[in-house]
């Protein structure tokens, strides 16, 4: 749960840091992790563009609406690249191989 204060808090240092996430969430008072954070943000502008639009076809096609911000695929995105970031030479020579 996000109270009114965090929300607050989360969109002033985005106008703030530039939407540069890890930053923000470096100086977000609570601990929250970057992906909650990033949840939260377009969680809040999907319910923005939603509430400024005249009718829902409207905004149909807005990015935000179109493709929302998925927190589960980020996770398995990270896990991915650090899976691939971490492997030895050794590993990598024996994919070379393979292939």
Not at 44 to 57: D, K, M
Request: proline share 2%; hydrophobic share 35%.
């Amino acid at each position: 749960m996000w109270t009114k204060e965090e929300t607050n808090e989360l969109f002033d240092l985005c106008e703030r840091f530039d939407l540069r996430f890890v930053v923000i969430a470096d100086r977000f008072s609570s601990s929250r992790t970057v992906e909650e954070l990033k949840d939260r943000y377009y969680s809040v502008l999907r319910a923005i563009v939603h509430a400024r639009a005249a009718s829902s076809g409207d905004v149909a096609t807005h990015p935000l609406i179109k493709e929302p911000y998925n927190v589960s695929q980020e996770i398995e995105r990270k896990r991915a690249l650090s899976m691939v970031l971490s492997q030895t030479r050794q590993h990598e020579k024996r994919d070379e191989e393979v292939l």
